[in-house]
């Protein structure tokens, strides 16, 4: 009987183990994610509060990338390499404002990873703010206060604001679409618009082959002063 019994309370014990080690692990997963998206928060809105005018104009001369293929999902170890390398890899050229669904996000150069942790990046190369199809991607997070997921509950008629820091552009949105992800399209140019389109993934979900595309159109362009700046705080 003593072997039997020495076994089962082995067993018992392995048991209780694997439950408290489920548990933990459990734990930190979701600790971890809180933690990201903590993070992710206060790059954007420090990003956003301390750029000016002669950042702004110095971070569009930065070189860039622009291959969407290389973009990752924002897991823990992609959110981290941002924040310690926030001084030297995100060079923030702009502001991004939809007061509608309070997000404010900064606009940086291109489509590194970097970026993407901290807010809205380029989609084009020498795109300009009030010129053409200004094209701008993020990610959608499973916050929906976070980076571009609050695009999911933007209407039609809203109002979108960017900021190169001289001036204030003003755009209306005109269309709010799902679309896939091989419908480029509407990232181009279109002849005699002046445009802005936003685009996020359709869902958290890895893998997610559905895209939101939010575009606009350009209604009023006025200098950057500081009355016109508050939109973005």
Same mark, same amino acid.
């Not at 701008?136 to 999911?152: C, D």
């Not at 618009?193 to 006025?222: D, F």
């Not at 002063?225 to 973005?232: H, S």
């Given at each position: 009987?003593?072997?039997?019994?020495?076994?089962?309370?082995?067993?018992?014990?392995?048991?209780?183990? *694997? %439950?408290?080690?489920?548990?933990?692990?459990?734990?930190?997963?979701?600790?971890?994610?809180?933690?990201?998206?903590?993070?992710?928060?206060?790059?954007?809105?420090?990003?956003?509060?301390?750029?000016?005018?002669?950042?702004?104009?110095?971070?569009?001369?930065?070189?860039?990338?622009?291959?969407?293929?290389?973009?990752?999902?924002?897991?823990?170890?992609?959110?981290?390499?941002?924040?310690?390398?926030?001084?030297?890899?995100?060079?923030?050229?702009?502001? *991004?404002?939809?007061?509608?669904?309070?997000?404010?996000?900064?606009?940086?150069?291109?489509?590194?990873?970097?970026?993407?942790?901290?807010? /809205?990046?380029?989609?084009?190369?020498?795109?300009? %703010?009030?010129?053409?199809? +200004? /094209?701008?991607?993020?990610? +959608?997070?499973?916050?929906?206060?976070?980076?571009?997921?609050?695009?999911?509950?933007?209407?039609?008629?809203?109002?979108? +604001?960017?900021?190169? %820091?001289?001036?204030?552009?003003? +755009?209306?949105?005109?269309?709010?679409?799902?679309?896939?992800?091989?419908?480029?399209?509407?990232?181009?140019?279109?002849?005699?618009?002046?445009?802005?389109?936003?685009?996020?993934? /359709?869902?958290?979900?890895?893998?997610?082959?559905?895209?939101?595309?939010?575009?606009?159109?350009?209604?009023?362009?006025?200098?950057?002063?500081?009355?016109?700046?508050?939109?973005?705080?």
């Amino acid at each position: 009987m003593k072997p039997v019994k020495k076994e089962h309370r082995a067993r018992t014990w392995f048991v209780r183990t *694997l %439950m408290v080690l489920g548990i933990l692990i459990g734990l930190a997963l979701v600790f971890n994610e809180q933690i990201k998206l903590f993070v992710i928060n206060q790059m954007s809105q420090s990003t956003v509060q301390k750029l000016d005018k002669k950042t702004a104009k110095q971070n569009q001369k930065k070189p860039a990338t622009f291959n969407f293929s290389a973009v990752k999902a924002l897991d823990v170890q992609t959110v981290t390499h941002a924040a310690v390398n926030r001084s030297n890899n995100v060079h923030p050229i702009g502001k *991004l404002a939809v007061p509608s669904v309070s997000m404010s996000l900064p606009i940086l150069k291109g489509l590194a990873n970097d970026n993407l942790s901290v807010g /809205a990046g380029t989609m084009k190369a020498d795109q300009e %703010m009030g010129v053409g199809n +200004y /094209a701008l991607a993020g990610h +959608y997070m499973t916050n929906q206060g976070i980076l571009f997921s609050p695009l999911k509950q933007v209407s039609e008629g809203d109002k979108i +604001y960017l900021t190169d %820091m001289q001036r204030v552009f003003t +755009y209306r949105v005109t269309a709010k679409k799902t679309i896939s992800e091989t419908q480029v399209q509407w990232i181009d140019d279109v002849p005699d618009k002046k445009l802005v389109t936003l685009i996020t993934c /359709a869902s958290p979900t890895e893998g997610e082959v559905n895209r939101i595309v939010v575009q606009g159109e350009l209604i009023n362009t006025t200098q950057a002063t500081d009355a016109a700046l508050e939109v973005f705080k």
